[in-house]
């Protein structure tokens, strides 16, 4: 099973900075990495896949980067819609695994 | 626009089968062009991976509940369900159906979610 781990655990940051969100992998995974959104009540949604490619619809301030085990997304200019909680996930390995997940809180 | 809408019991109990269907609108669960899956959530916690399937029979399990574990299609419905047998309070979740990113279980992202559905192990 390939464990991902997402650090930190909870970013405080202000609306109108940027974010950056990390996520490594135990053995690499190549580019096969999705990051996902997820607010409250809600079912996540899908931000990037490929490491880098935006989802239909993803604004432009959301970014992924990265490869093999060590990857990034990066929010440019945080508005106050983007604090939510966020997922990595691999499926470079048949068996997918999740991140335990960012949140990403107002400062 | 394709929808996918989680149905079935909110409450089971321990011992017990949950037993759950994805209906899905505005796409074919026969199509060629993707895989279809399940993921759930504890309540509080992240997200797990528990099956995906293709329209041709081919299916993957996650080892941790494969021996619980059971995905049905009925395309005649445009619907697929999960079984899983035996239940356990650590079975208790938000499961969600959803839609992969291709024909391939190496296009294993998500897109389009179900709402999801609750489902508390209880006696």
């Known amino acids: 099973e390939i464990v991902m781990t997402q650090s930190p655990a909870t970013l405080s940051v202000s609306p109108g900075e940027r974010a950056t969100l990390s996520c490594r992998a135990s053995q690499s995974v190549s580019s096969d990495l999705a990051w996902y959104q997820q607010k409250p009540g809600q079912a996540p949604r899908l931000l990037i896949y490929?490491?880098?490619t935006r989802a239909t619809g993803i604004p432009a301030r959301f970014s992924g980067s990265g490869s093999g085990t060590e990857f990034t997304l990066t929010i440019s200019s945080l508005q106050s819609e983007d604090f939510a909680v966020y997922y990595c996930q691999q499926y470079n390995n048949w068996m997918y695994t999740f991140g335990q997940g960012t949140k990403l809180e107002i400062k | 626009q394709l929808q996918l809408q989680e149905s079935g019991p909110g409450l089971v109990k321990p011992s017990e089968t949950l037993s759950l269907t994805c209906s899905v609108s505005?796409?074919?669960?026969?199509?060629?062009?993707?895989?279809w899956a399940w993921v759930r959530q504890p309540p509080g916690k992240g997200l797990e991976w528990i099956a995906n399937f293709f329209y041709s029979g081919s299916t993957f399990y996650n080892p941790s509940l494969k021996s619980r574990v059971t995905i049905s299609v009925d395309t005649s419905k445009n619907q697929f369900s999960l079984k899983l047998i035996s239940v356990t309070a650590a079975d208790t979740a938000v499961y969600y159906c959803?839609?992969?990113?291709?024909?391939?279980?190496?296009?294993?992202?998500?897109?389009?979610w179900g709402q999801g559905t609750l489902v508390t192990v209880s006696s």
């Open positions: 959803a839609r992969q990113g291709g024909s391939s279980w190496v296009n294993g992202w998500f897109d389009p």
């Open positions: 505005g796409g074919s669960i026969s199509s060629s062009d993707y895989y």
């Open positions: 490929g490491a880098s």
